[in-house]
């Protein structure tokens, strides 16, 4: 960039972020577009993503505090220690990993003129996202889709975002509840609170595997351990009491409703599975386009576009 050039104000470009996804850790983690959950101290996590890590760290807590003791007294197998550990942290780091990594957001066009970064995104892209050097989109949505992406570009699939004002791949789209597009858009899942696309869509689909595997471990464990006809819970001393009865039923109830999420975590994952075998994204299996040039799961993870930490000059207007 020239160090002549007049920069107003010279900051980090999360700073200045306007979607709707958050930024934290000083720019280096984001995470998607959902509304806040009502609760104050829960701080950016959604209604939704609450559920979600709800439903991961109850059971594994009642498991680890009271079903797999009871489990160890019997002699079950030595292995179910590391095996709910192992599964455990595979599950909580792949779901911070879904959660809080850039799905592959392709910056808006004010961002890439701010960083400077039009050439770079170029040779990354393999085209210029802003569209032809020395043309300006003009704010018509049909028009700038004419103009903004060539010929050549739109028979192969290229398209004109009219709210990132920019020229998007074929396999992109525009996330509305996190206000960007994303490369090999899959879709916006509000329990991860994150858009699911080309850079963490492996996240997501090794979170819903090692999810189903901890709950095989899990929920069969703690329904077994609350519902036995002996259960005198001698872990919490609350046998024969009306109080020991309502924690007991409490539990199970808790547990049935798990089990119902799970089982719809599985058909989600083997709705997954098939989509992977076809090649598709969730969107292009709904809508019914076939664009798909290279694989999902196994297909390159891509350039991360969106650098949050560069330092960008800002216009007044920005
Ligand atoms: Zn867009
Ligand atoms: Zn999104």
Not at 152 to 172: D, F, N
Not at 248 to 254: D, S
Not at 264 to 287: A, C, D, I, S
């Amino acid at each position: 960039m020239d160090p002549m050039r007049p920069r107003p104000a010279r900051s980090r470009l999360y700073q200045h972020w306007r979607g709707k996804s958050r930024f934290y850790c000083a720019g280096r983690c984001i995470t998607g577009g959902e509304g806040e959950c009502p609760i104050a101290c829960l701080g950016g996590l959604s209604c939704a993503s609450l559920a979600t890590w709800i439903c991961i760290l109850l059971p594994s807590a009642l498991f680890f505090t009271v079903a797999l003791p009871r489990l160890q007294r019997q002699n079950v197998s030595p292995l179910l220690l590391p095996s709910f550990l192992l599964l455990f942290s595979a599950t909580v780091a792949s779901l911070l990993a879904t959660c809080c990594s850039d799905p592959g957001i392709i910056p808006p066009r004010r961002f890439v003129l701010a960083t400077g970064s039009r050439t770079h995104l170029a040779e990354l892209l393999g085209y210029d996202l802003l569209g032809p050097r020395g043309q300006e989109p003009c704010g018509d949505p049909c028009l700038d889709a004419a103009s903004m992406v060539s010929e050549q570009l739109r028979a192969e699939g290229y398209r004109w975002c009219h709210t990132c004002q920019i020229v998007r791949p074929p396999r992109a789209s525009h996330c509305k509840d996190c206000d960007h597009c994303v490369l090999r858009y899959d879709h916006h899942c509000p329990f991860v609170n994150n858009c699911v696309g080309q850079r963490n869509y492996h996240f997501f689909i090794i979170f819903t595997t090692v999810a189903i595997f901890l709950a095989i471990i899990v929920l069969p464990a703690i329904l077994w351990t609350f519902s036995g006809s002996e259960s005198e819970d001698e872990d919490s001393g609350t046998a024969g009491t009306s109080q020991g009865s309502w924690y007991r039923w409490a539990v199970l109830l808790g547990c049935v409703a798990v089990v119902v999420a799970a089982l719809m975590l599985v058909m989600l994952w083997l709705y997954h599975l098939w989509l992977v075998f076809q090649g598709k994204t969730t969107k292009e299996h709904r809508r019914r386009l076939d664009l798909q040039s290279e694989p999902t799961l196994l297909g390159t993870r891509g350039p991360r576009l969106l650098r949050p930490l560069d330092f960008a000059a800002w216009s007044k207007d920005a």
